[in-house]
């Protein structure tokens, strides 16, 4: 079966730091998501990309994060500056069809971030 | 505001039967989701209703009152793979965007 993957599984790094987390979507999906998760707390929209373009993006999504689609297959979530809030689990998603009604989105494994 | 309401944890008994509300309130409405996650893992589709109504697939069930903006997913003969927290989200939006609630965590005992 076809599978969202990330990397890395787990980053460390220290506060201040810049950081870029990878995924590779499904292939002929052409919606990508990153949410992200807390540890304890709910999962949460980041932003949705479509067409090389940010579709839309969550008050989370300031401008200490950028999203790019730098070739065919990989789509990256950079954070420029880590702020210890930054520590969770980031989840990159892609779907077929965004607009459609049962637009599923399939998740990849999630890379853990921590901020120290 | 948005707000996507269900239980933190239920325990049930391996063969049973469990049923994981799910109320909204969303300034948008394009359908609901459910989401299995294991722990430390990435949430898996499980099911997803539009209209109201039942939708079955297998073991598992999920109903929608769009009117009364509740869901609930029902676990038949649960398994102990089974034990696993549980997602409903909202897409509240044309977009793939979800709001997702804070997951109920379904504890099978043997």
């Known amino acids: 079966e076809p599978e969202v993957t990330q990397t890395p599984s787990h980053q460390v790094t220290q506060m201040g730091q810049e950081v870029i987390l990878r995924c590779v979507p499904i292939s002929n999906h052409l919606y990508f998501y990153w949410y992200r998760q807390i540890l304890g707390q709910k999962v949460e929209f980041l932003v949705s990309f479509y067409n090389n373009e940010i579709s839309e993006k969550s008050e989370i999504f300031d401008d200490q994060f950028s999203v790019e689609r730098p070739d065919g297959s990989n789509f990256t979530l950079k954070i420029r500056s880590t702020k210890l809030e930054d520590s969770a689990m980031y989840f990159c998603a892609s779907s077929s069809d965004g607009r459609a009604g049962a637009n599923v989105l399939t998740f990849g494994a999630g890379s853990r971030l921590t901020v120290l | 505001g948005q707000n996507i309401d269900q239980p933190t944890e239920m325990t049930a008994t391996e063969g049973a039967i469990v049923q994981i509300n799910c109320t909204y309130q969303t300034s948008g409405f394009n359908g609901l989701f459910w989401y299995q996650q294991h722990a430390g893992e990435a949430p898996t589709f499980l099911s997803y209703?539009?209209?109201?109504g039942l939708e079955e697939k297998g073991r598992f069930s999920s109903f929608l009152s769009r009117s009364k903006g509740y869901s609930y997913l029902l676990l038949k003969e649960l398994q102990m793979k089974d034990s696993a927290s549980y997602l409903c989200a909202v897409k509240t939006d044309s977009w793939g965007k979800l709001q997702f609630g804070a997951g109920t965590q379904v504890v099978v005992t043997p």
């Open positions: 209703n539009v209209l109201d």
